[in-house]
């Protein structure tokens, strides 16, 4: 059994950075792939950033490119959201999930685990 703990969310200003973790309990995330999502109240969960199993491949959503990174400590069973130079749209409660395959994808109807959401709030 999978089980994701998010942490890492909170208060900042635009143009600041702020990092999230996604710790695996239970089991190592192993070559399973992990996404990041977010989501802002009356919306769809959208996905923001994943990270491929075993090659580590990453992918990003349009809107986050350049500005955000996705990384693995295998040896912490961690995976991270670098956000950096963030911006009052961005403002969102994140969540990290995983899923029972190495690719990345952005529907997240496809991940299987998921962790507590951490609100992030980016003030102009």
């Known amino acids: 059994q999978v089980q994701l703990v998010v942490s890492g969310g909170g208060l900042v200003q635009a143009g600041d950075s702020l990092r999230l973790s996604c710790a695996s309990t239970?089991?190592?995330?192993?070559?399973?792939?992990v996404g990041w999502f977010r989501q802002t109240p009356g919306k769809d969960r959208d996905f923001v950033a994943g990270i491929g199993g075993s090659a580590g491949n990453t992918r990003y959503a349009d809107s986050v490119k350049g500005r955000f990174t996705a990384s693995r400590d295998s040896a912490k069973n961690t995976v991270y959201l670098q956000m950096n130079s963030l911006k009052p749209e961005d403002t969102a409660v994140y969540y990290c999930a995983a899923r029972n395959s190495a690719a990345v994808v952005a529907a997240p109807q496809y991940y299987s685990y998921w962790g507590q959401g951490t609100q992030v709030t980016v003030s102009s």
């Open positions: 239970g089991r190592s995330f192993g070559s399973s792939a």
